[in-house]
């Protein structure tokens, strides 16, 4: 953990206070550890205050991804500009996709990451990363089901393909809920698995398996979802119906764009009753509920901050309390896994 400067207009209302910050007769306004919050912000700018000393906190973040922020920028930049020059026809390029879905599970094979649990952030995100990222999830999940390598395969172009259909719509669905738009933008955007479906369904070279998840993606299996309100989906499309939604949902893609915690209670609330509850517990076995760097209160009233996940404990993460009960700035370091009778409560930032 190094300290550095900060001009008061980069602050974000997380970072934590590495000097005193004194009055011009010598009284302590705000005390080295403290969590600047936003009004303490506002406060120091009144004051003319025009930089402050905080604690670079990202030495102490142990952050686990799938793909590596290269790999992932990358593939994402591949299937961009692949898609970019699709149009409603057939397009030879569309073929590479393939390719890249291999080389997505092979990195994510070679890296040996199965076990781990990952640290996967809310983000504002476009359909390219949002297809990269749900290709990177749904073969862990396929490859934690130990399914067939040609089933991975077809899992993983279908993620990466799922959401061209998109492309076709001139909505805005970028952090929005679908019950703001009007009723013609939510029938059509509604459409776009079908949209995709049909240009793809002459492709010989992509399996009906992944166009029968291009197709089901918002599928429910209560029949609650669209375009078929079908029930009878098959596995690898029940699969991408979890990834999906909780990618879209800490993306803002078709919705407002909540938080990680948010997502796995949504999951956890209609596991057994829109998504097949195996896969949901599957996923949720990766998924840090809270990801590293993560500002958290515990249910004494403490401030701390994700340092790293406890292995198979997706919920009970290492903390380094920074701020207790009563406001001061302290420095432990509590394992939610020896320390039972303390749990997160809120997420603050």
């Given at each position: 953990?190094?300290?550095?400067?900060?001009k008061?207009?980069?602050?974000?209302?997380?970072?934590?206070?590495?000097?005193?910050?004194m009055?011009?007769?010598?009284?302590?306004?705000?005390?080295?550890?403290?969590?600047?919050?936003?009004?303490?912000?506002?406060?120091?700018?009144?004051?003319?205050?025009?930089?402050?000393?905080?604690?670079?906190?990202?030495?102490?973040?142990?952050?686990?991804?799938?793909?590596?922020?290269?790999?992932?920028?990358?593939?994402?930049s591949k299937?961009?500009?692949?898609?970019?020059?699709?149009?409603?026809?057939?397009?030879?390029?569309?073929?590479?996709l393939?390719?890249?879905?291999?080389h997505?599970?092979?990195?994510?094979?070679?890296?040996?990451?199965?076990?781990?649990?990952?640290?996967?952030?809310?983000?504002?995100?476009?359909?390219?990363?949002?297809?990269?990222?749900?290709?990177?999830?749904?073969?862990?999940?396929?490859?934690?089901?130990?399914?067939?390598?040609?089933?991975?395969?077809?899992?993983?172009?279908?993620?990466?393909?799922?959401?061209?259909?998109?492309?076709?719509?001139?909505?805005?669905?970028?952090?929005?809920?679908?019950?703001?738009?009007?009723?013609?933008e939510?029938?059509?955007?509604?459409?776009?698995?079908?949209?995709?479906?049909?240009?793809?369904?002459?492709e010989?070279?992509?399996?009906?398996?992944?166009?029968?998840?291009?197709?089901?993606?918002?599928?429910?299996?209560?029949?609650?979802?669209?375009?078929?309100?079908?029930?009878?989906?098959?596995?690898?499309?029940?699969?991408?119906?979890?990834?999906?939604?909780?990618?879209?949902?800490?993306?803002?893609?078709?919705?407002?764009r909540v938080?990680?915690?948010?997502?796995?209670?949504?999951?956890k609330?209609?596991?057994?009753?829109?998504?097949?509850?195996?896969?949901?517990?599957?996923?949720?076995?990766?998924?840090?509920?809270?990801?590293?760097?993560?500002?958290?209160?515990?249910?004494?009233?403490?401030?701390?901050?994700?340092?790293?996940?406890?292995?198979?404990?997706?919920?009970?993460?290492v903390?380094?309390?920074?701020?207790?009960?009563?406001?001061?700035?302290?420095n432990?370091?509590?394992?939610?896994?020896?320390?039972?009778?303390?749990?997160?409560?809120?997420?603050?930032?």
């Amino acid at each position: 953990m190094i300290k550095k400067i900060c001009k008061i207009d980069e602050l974000t209302g997380k970072e934590r206070l590495a000097n005193n910050i004194m009055t011009s007769d010598y009284n302590v306004l705000l005390s080295e550890g403290i969590v600047l919050r936003q009004d303490y912000i506002d406060k120091l700018r009144e004051l003319n205050i025009k930089e402050v000393y905080i604690w670079d906190e990202k030495e102490i973040e142990e952050s686990v991804a799938i793909l590596k922020n290269d790999l992932e920028e990358s593939f994402k930049s591949k299937v961009k500009d692949i898609l970019e020059k699709h149009t409603y026809c057939h397009n030879e390029e569309l073929v590479e996709l393939s390719q890249t879905a291999d080389h997505i599970i092979i990195n994510i094979l070679e890296e040996e990451v199965l076990q781990q649990i990952y640290d996967i952030r809310e983000r504002s995100s476009d359909i390219y990363e949002h297809s990269v990222s749900i290709c990177s999830l749904a073969t862990v999940v396929a490859l934690r089901m130990n399914l067939s390598h040609e089933l991975v395969h077809d899992i993983g172009v279908g993620c990466l393909l799922h959401d061209l259909g998109l492309r076709y719509l001139t909505a805005d669905y970028m952090n929005h809920d679908l019950k703001e738009m009007t009723e013609f933008e939510y029938s059509e955007y509604k459409k776009h698995p079908v949209y995709a479906y049909s240009a793809l369904q002459g492709e010989n070279w992509i399996s009906n398996v992944s166009k029968n998840m291009i197709l089901y993606h918002h599928e429910r299996i209560d029949g609650s979802g669209y375009p078929l309100k079908a029930t009878d989906i098959p596995l690898e499309c029940r699969i991408i119906q979890v990834c999906d939604v909780f990618d879209e949902m800490i993306c803002g893609i078709g919705c407002k764009r909540v938080k990680v915690y948010e997502a796995v209670e949504y999951l956890k609330n209609f596991k057994d009753i829109k998504y097949d509850g195996r896969i949901v517990d599957i996923f949720l076995e990766f998924t840090a509920v809270y990801p590293a760097g993560t500002y958290v209160r515990t249910n004494e009233g403490e401030i701390g901050i994700v340092m790293r996940q406890n292995k198979q404990f997706p919920g009970r993460p290492v903390l380094r309390i920074v701020e207790d009960r009563n406001g001061d700035a302290v420095n432990i370091i509590k394992d939610l896994l020896e320390v039972n009778n303390i749990y997160i409560k809120e997420v603050i930032g």
